[in-house]
């Protein structure tokens, strides 16, 4: 008991000792080795934490908490065979509770057996002595689940009939007719389709999905001529069907052509600019990939400029204004349009944004202002970019979108003091760390990963470091985060979106944000390890005494300020979860910029990337970077046909496991890399540079290679450009 109690206060360390002398005086508790399981499991060590809790389960195997234990960390970590096995024994336990029925289908359909998944449920069914009712939310999920396991194994007919018995009386209406449209079209019933598509349009006319699913089951194709014609009448039946409807007049425009194309482009554009909707260039610069297109919306745009709008807007618009909200519609459209890549001419861009923003009368409109600064960010004069946010900031202080787009232009100017106290405004007063420790509370990556950025612009390697680690460690807080969900996605029935979760989880990481920051710290470790004299010398990265001590006040200061906010808060309300956070014990990141691991280190950043992002270029020039940096990298190589190849290969010319790793072994996983990102992208300025330097390197062995490596090396190196 007081090894849990001391773990909680954050003493793990004291809290393991306890537990091995409670081990040691009872080695026979099934207590004991529970407590000692969820030591380990606090401790993100899952391995040990299941041995620990089997051990439990051999001295008590009724303890129904001990398995709910084992039986969540093996869906953690996704162990299915073993989360079979303990759900079995909870459901042979308690046979009459719904919810063990239904995770033991879910063991079954994550380990891939729909059939067994399928029978489990069917034979909870036939237990039931009357049919539920419409509010019972929990027999409703499980059939839908039912319904989408019967479809993921094949059997689309199957899974239509036993939609059609549940279709009108579940109570998600709208996912049971998603799913008979999607079921029919797939079967090829075309009538049934079209109109079960022609249903969910009633429900929602802004869905492009909908529309695509028509399309298909009536058989018009956009590359045909002769079906454009009954496409542009398809959608002009429900255009007309409301003013407000725009998807029905928007979706022409990415198959039509030639004059029919401007026609209908001149129509659209007049309306929406017309209207003065601002999102009218982000709505159509999709069809810019077009050249012809791009020039014709141009063309059109420019020949607005001359017009004052009464073509343009509703007849409702009769007063003096129209004129002038035309105007500014069609400048602040043709700004965006030159400030966009694919048809940018940043002069002209500033040109009619300037004018925009002279005729605009709005005080507290600030997407002129916002655009202007974009412009600005893209000639490259981040300082007065900055300063035009800002601007636009304050026109309406009670924006918080405009105050984080600010906050993000201070960042791209490396002002970061300035950025954090833009921020401040609507943040937390009474967070622990201020600002910063606020938006580390709430997971604010974009902020996180700019501040980051703008360090390393600067060359403050341990700052930047502390940003791209807290990124890291927030995806590591997302898988943990899953135990909240294995238990109550069960008690509250949500079973679909559970197993949506789940496979989300399974690539997480492929997220943008962890891709930007893994790839940042790799950078930052790999020129440790070229320089490690950048980790001593503080000089050099922007960390001098002056500025630590400085930044030592600050926090200490913002922490005494914090900590009487705290008191006098408590007096009033105690904390209602009794947690406590505790204060960062290195603000600058000094210990990271000071490992004695930087290679190491970046590996735990690189493998996520490997494993889930390897179509990224960048993921495989940084494992080049990296691993053409080791001397030992078999523990750390993702699982790849090639790389078993190699290391098979690699094995075979070895005498002793324990021998000094030879360079071949160095050498290897690089080359899987570089040839990875060849493949990708041979043209890329760093997959040259990185191929030559591997050339060189190779040429330069001191000894040459054992001869089955030297092969295996000339034919991989013979696929490179």
């Not at 509770?97 to 057996?113: E, K, S």
């Not at 500033?350 to 002129?368: G, L, Q, R, V, W």
């Not at 993921?619 to 030992?632: D, H, L, M, P």
């Not at 390197?697 to 034919?715: C, F, M």
Request: glycine fraction near 4%.
């Amino acid at each position: 008991m007081k090894a849990l109690i001391l773990n909680s206060q954050g003493k793990s360390d004291e809290a393991f000792e306890l537990a091995k002398l409670a081990l040691k005086n009872a080695m026979k508790s099934h207590i004991c080795w529970h407590v000692y399981g969820l030591l380990y499991r606090h401790a993100k060590n899952y391995e040990e934490a299941i041995k620990a809790y089997k051990f439990a389960l051999r001295l008590d195997p009724d303890s129904v908490q001990i398995q709910r234990d084992l039986a969540l960390l093996q869906v953690q970590m996704r162990d299915y065979e073993g989360f079979i096995a303990s759900r079995k024994a909870m459901l042979q336990a308690r046979p009459s509770i719904r919810q063990n029925w239904t995770a033991m289908a879910i063991a079954h359909h994550l380990a891939g057996d729909f059939a067994a998944a399928e029978q489990i449920l069917t034979t909870y069914e036939e237990t039931l002595k009357s049919q539920p009712s419409r509010s019972d939310l929990e027999h409703a999920g499980a059939v839908l689940y039912k319904n989408t396991i019967i479809a993921e194994s094949g059997d689309t007919e199957r899974a239509l009939d036993h939609l059609n018995t549940i279709y009108k009386g579940h109570p998600d209406r709208l996912a049971v007719m998603e799913l008979k449209a999607q079921y029919l079209q797939k079967l090829g019933r075309k009538g049934e389709a079209e109109t079960a598509y022609r249903a969910l349009l009633k429900r929602n006319a802004e869905r492009r999905e909908y529309y695509q699913g028509l399309e298909e089951v009536l058989g018009l194709s956009r590359q045909e001529p002769t079906a454009r014609q009954k496409l542009v009448e398809l959608y002009q039946s429900y255009a007309e069907k409301s003013e407000r409807i725009d998807a029905a007049r928007r979706v022409p425009l990415d198959f039509l052509q030639g004059d029919d194309f401007r026609q209908a482009a001149d129509k659209y554009l007049r309306r929406m600019l017309g209207r003065g909707i601002p999102s009218t260039f982000a709505n159509v610069k999709a069809l810019y990939a077009e050249q012809e297109k791009k020039q014709t919306i141009q063309n059109l745009v420019l020949g607005y400029e001359k017009e004052d709008g009464t073509n343009g807007v509703s007849e409702t618009q009769t007063n003096g204004t129209s004129s002038k909200h035309w105007q500014i519609s069609v400048y602040y459209f043709l700004a965006q349009h030159y400030n966009y890549y694919l048809s940018r001419d940043l002069p002209k861009a500033m040109e009619y944004i300037d004018k925009a923003i002279e005729t605009n009368t709005s005080p507290t409109e600030y997407s002129y202002l916002m655009t202007k600064a974009r412009i600005l960010k893209h000639v490259g004069d981040t300082e007065k970019a900055s300063q035009t946010m800002n601007q636009a900031r304050e026109t309406d202080l009670k924006d918080r979108y405009i105050n984080t787009k600010c906050a993000k232009y201070q960042l791209r100017n490396n002002e970061n003091d300035t950025a954090v106290n833009t921020m401040g405004l609507f943040t937390r007063k009474e967070a622990v760390g201020g600002p910063l420790g606020d938006l580390l509370d709430m997971q604010c990556m974009w902020y996180l990963y700019e501040d980051g950025a703008s360090y390393l612009r600067q060359g403050k390697l341990s700052l930047a470091l502390k940003r791209f680690r807290s990124i890291y460690d927030i995806f590591d807080a997302w898988t943990e985060d899953q135990f909240d969900f294995h238990s109550f996605s069960l008690r509250k029935g949500q079973i679909t979106a559970y197993i949506d979760m789940i496979r989300w989880e399974d690539r997480l990481r492929e997220h943008p944000f962890y891709t930007r920051a893994a790839l940042s710290a790799v950078q930052i470790y790999c020129t440790l390890h070229d320089d490690p004299k950048r980790a001593s010398d503080a000089a050099t990265n922007g960390d001098d005494a002056a500025e630590r001590k400085k930044a030592a006040k600050k926090a200490r200061k913002e922490a005494e300020k914090v900590e009487a906010e705290k008191k006098a808060a408590a007096a009033a309300k105690p904390n209602a979860e009794g947690e406590t956070k505790k204060e960062d014990p290195d603000p600058l990141g000094l210990d990271l910029l000071k490992t004695q691991d930087p290679l190491g280190e970046a590996t735990r950043f690189l493998v996520p990337l490997l494993e889930q992002s390897p179509k990224d270029v960048r993921s495989q020039t940084a494992g080049f970077e990296v691993y053409i940096r080791r001397s030992k990298f078999l523990s750390f190589l993702p699982t790849h046909p090639r790389t078993i190849v190699y290391l098979h290969v690699l094995c075979t010319t070895r005498s002793d496991a324990n021998d000094h790793v030879s360079n071949a072994e160095k050498y290897l996983p690089a080359l899987k890399c570089l040839l990875a990102a060849s493949k990708l992208d041979a043209q890329n300025d760093a997959v040259r540079e990185q191929t030559a330097r591997f050339r060189k390197a190779v040429d330069g062995l001191s000894e040459p290679l054992p001869p089955k490596v030297a092969e295996v090396v000339k034919s991989a190196m013979s696929e490179l450009p």
